[in-house]
């Protein structure tokens, strides 16, 4: 283990823990920092994802060191800011097991930023779980149960066609996607549904390759797919990438389910 790397990690740890102290509405004064990384640091640390979240409190930040970690995550703590160092060196993989990637269960105000999940398979083709990145406020309950989710720098792909969504939020309202990348899914490439006003922002987003569509969103009972094979990307909060866009774009905003900048 290199001084430079021990560094680097102590650097961000202090930035980590620099933001909330500015910024109150991130977090508590009194957040702590649980750190996780593989390699040999004098200091406490995890060496897995889900042990730092399990021992984290609500406000606390959880910092993923650059590295592979072949596991599942499931969050039901509160106002956590999970944050990866390196969008593309930090990978949670699912090496083709069914199940799902990062699972936050009825948590609200949960950040996921700046990291990969990829390869969360489904047992079957149409089957259950396979989805990457999951705020679930209650999936299949018909009640909002989540409020406040937040994706940012998210890269999510499966190259074996079993996953089903990259980045999903059901049952949830009041968050926001922004730089996220999904591609390679049986189902859409992100999903958003199961809330009648979803309060809900998608920015600079880039989606293709997925067998299903683009995109698909589920309000008032009303789902949109995008095109099969077309490659969307949101530049700014909406824009679709078929001949339905302006339908689409038009119906939403009246709708209030997703709201400009």
Same mark, same amino acid.
């Given at each position: 283990?290199?001084r ?8 961000? +740890?202090?930035?980590?823990?620099a933001?909330?102290l500015? @910024? ?6 009194h957040? /702590?920092v ?24 609500? $406000? #606390? ?6 590295? @592979?970690?072949? *596991? ?14 390196d ?5 949670? #993989? ?8 990062? *699972?936050? &269960?009825?948590? #609200? =105000? @949960?950040?996921? *930023?700046?990291l990969?999940v ?19 406020? =209650?999936? $299949? ?11 940012r ?5 499966? #190259? !074996? ?10 049952? /949830?309202?009041?968050g926001? &996607? ?21 309060k ?5 987003a ?12 589920? +309000? ?9 094979g ?10 679709l990438?078929? *001949?339905?866009?302006?339908r689409?774009?038009?119906?939403? +905003?009246?709708? !209030? ?5």
């Amino acid at each position: 283990m290199s001084r430079t790397h021990c560094r680097r990690l102590a650097l961000a +740890m202090a930035a980590a823990v620099a933001v909330p102290l500015l @910024v109150a509405v991130a977090a508590p004064v009194h957040a /702590a920092v649980q750190v996780v990384t593989k390699a040999a640091v004098p200091y406490a640390h995890f060496t897995t994802i889900q042990a730092a979240v399990s021992a984290a409190a609500p $406000g #606390d930040w959880v910092l993923i060191d650059v590295g @592979v970690y072949p *596991e599942a995550v499931y969050v039901t703590t509160p106002n956590l800011h999970i944050r990866g160092m390196d969008r593309n060196g930090v990978i949670v #993989d699912g090496q083709h097991q069914a199940g799902n990637g990062i *699972e936050v &269960w009825k948590a #609200d =105000g @949960v950040w996921i *930023e700046n990291l990969t999940v990829r390869n969360f398979d489904r047992a079957t083709l149409d089957g259950e779980d396979g989805n990457e990145i999951w705020w679930n406020g =209650g999936d $299949g309950s018909g009640q909002i149960g989540l409020h406040g989710w937040y994706g940012r720098y998210l890269t999510t792909y499966s #190259d !074996g066609l079993l996953a089903g969504y990259g980045i999903f939020t059901s049952n /949830a309202v009041s968050g926001f &996607w922004d730089n996220v990348y999904a591609s390679g899914f049986n189902g859409s490439g992100i999903y958003l549904g199961a809330c009648r006003d979803c309060k809900a922002k998608i920015r600079n987003a880039l989606i293709e390759n997925n067998a299903l569509g683009q995109f698909a969103f589920l +309000m008032r009972g009303h789902g949109v797919h995008g095109r099969v094979g077309s490659i969307v990307k949101y530049d700014g909060t909406l824009f679709l990438a078929d *001949e339905v866009a302006s339908r689409v774009k038009d119906s939403l +905003m009246s709708e !209030g389910s997703v709201a400009a900048d």
